[in-house]
Each structure stands twice: as C-alpha cells, then as structure tokens.
C-alpha cells in the first residue's frame, strides 16, 4: 500500500475515542461516522487501514473470491471493510473467513451486511473484531458475489477508499480519510484533552453548567 499510515499514528488513534475522532473530523467539514446499525459483534478496539471489496447480488454459487484474495494480500493490521449496501439476510463474513484473515494478523473487519458464525469466532478468535449490520446464518453463496476488491466502497452512509483508517468502538465506527489521519489525530487528542479538564472542572466545582460555559462543549 502506498504512503502507509505510520504504526505511531496507529497507536495513537487506539488511545482516542470514535466520538472524539467524529467530532473532530465534522470540525473539519468531514462526516465520518458509519450508520448505527453497524454494531460491534465480537473483540475490542479497532483501528487500521481499510482494505475494500464490493459485493452485488447474484444467481451463480461462486466463492467471494475478491474478498478470499484480499484477506491473503491484506497488510498485518488491516481492516476489511466489505460492501454489500446494507443486505441483513445474508452473511459476508464467517469462521473460515476470520481464520484466514487472524492467519494473516488482520485486525477486523466491517460489514454492511451480515456475519455468521458468532459463537465460533468469539470462542476460537477472541482478539478479533467484527463489526455488522446484522447476524444471519445465511451464506452469500447463491445469492451475492464479490466482484472488486481495492475499489472506494460505501459503508452504512460513508465512503471508504484503500487506505483509510477504521477507527472502532463501542460507540461505532468512524472513517477517517488517509489525507486527514495526521490532522483529525491532532484535532481529536485536542479534544480530548479539554474534555478531560473540563470533567474535572465539573467535579470540582460541581456544577455541569460551569464546566460547560468555561469548554463550550457537551
């Protein structure tokens, strides 16, 4: 991948919270934050570069080939973001899936789509994480095929080109273009240092409409 994202900016961006790392990118005219119907289903924090595949309905049972190959090529530490414009029905993502892609040290993947298997990727991959539109025990096979992998893809309303960086937690998924990682870092650990004195502010002086006047910020 071309001008990769340094590993100390990865890092960093684990030590900051999505809600942060969207409001800084909206103070950059940016909206980065996915649908919120895209849920964490298993693992943690999830940070890395976006590796992409695109899906579209088909009648053929063909193995999603583009995705197989992604996850083989992908960079350790990359996130597989695999569009499927928001199909709940059907499962883009499995337990043989995430074995190849912990085999490959990938860090996540999100899907607007479904995944299956959930009980055996919490169980056999418990450092991996998976984010989704839905849970169904249905293959794609027959259904869906993968037809790009690398391509700008669109997931739960934002759009995600290679190299983007994933940022993950509990309270969703945010993109952050490859061009704007360096600023919206600055931008969100400004944030979340003022955040940080104005909690304080607030429970010393035990007033909330205190700490909001002197930050401006809630």
Do not use: C
Not at 47 to 74: F, N, R, W
């Amino acid at each position: 991948m071309s001008n990769p994202i340094p590993a100390e900016t990865i890092e960093a961006y684990r030590g900051i919270a999505t809600a942060s790392v969207s409001d800084a990118l909206q103070s950059l005219g940016v909206h980065g934050y996915v649908a919120a119907a895209i849920k964490r289903v298993t693992g943690g924090k999830l940070v890395g570069p976006a590796v992409t595949v695109k899906e579209e309905p088909a009648t053929e049972s063909v193995p999603p080939q583009h995705a197989l190959e992604a996850i083989d090529a992908a960079e350790p530490g990359s996130v597989m973001v695999i569009d499927n414009d928001g199909e709940t029905e059907v499962a883009g993502w499995g337990g043989l899936m995430t074995a190849g892609a912990v085999a490959n040290r990938l860090a996540g993947v999100v899907l607007d789509t479904g995944v299956r298997d959930v009980e055996e990727i919490a169980r056999d991959f418990a450092g991996f994480t998976v984010f989704s539109r839905s849970i169904s025990p249905a293959t794609t096979l027959g259904r869906f095929r993968t037809v790009a992998a690398n391509v700008p893809v669109v997931i739960g309303g934002v759009t995600v080109n290679p190299g983007d960086l994933v940022v993950g937690d509990g309270d969703g998924v945010v993109v952050v273009p490859r061009e704007l990682v360096e600023r919206t870092l600055e931008v969100a650990q400004d944030i979340e240092q003022r955040e940080r004195e104005q909690t304080k502010l607030i429970l010393e002086s035990g007033s909330l409409l205190a700490g909001l006047a002197k930050y401006n910020r809630i």
